[in-house]
């Protein structure tokens, strides 16, 4: 397999994929790229331990800040 190289976008394409409530097809629109794409970026084990990494992250702070109230 190919090594896998990060850039921006594909950084933001792993925040949007962990933070967002949206259809592969919306995030791919607002990146301008294709599902497909995205797709094969989410399949790398880097980019989707990232995506996972993030959204475990995004849920603490979630729970935390839920706790509060």
Not at 8 to 22: I, N, Q, R, V, Y
Not at 34 to 60: G, H
Request: hydrophobic share 40%.
């Amino acid at each position: 397999m190919e090594n896998f190289k990060w850039t921006p976008l594909k950084h933001k394409a792993a925040f949007l994929l962990a933070t967002e409530l949206k259809k592969y097809y919306e995030i791919a629109d607002m990146l301008g790229v294709t599902v497909q794409t995205l797709w094969n970026w989410r399949q790398n084990k880097e980019f989707s331990k990232e995506v996972n990494r993030i959204s475990d992250a995004e849920t603490k702070v979630w729970l935390k800040n839920r706790a509060r109230y």
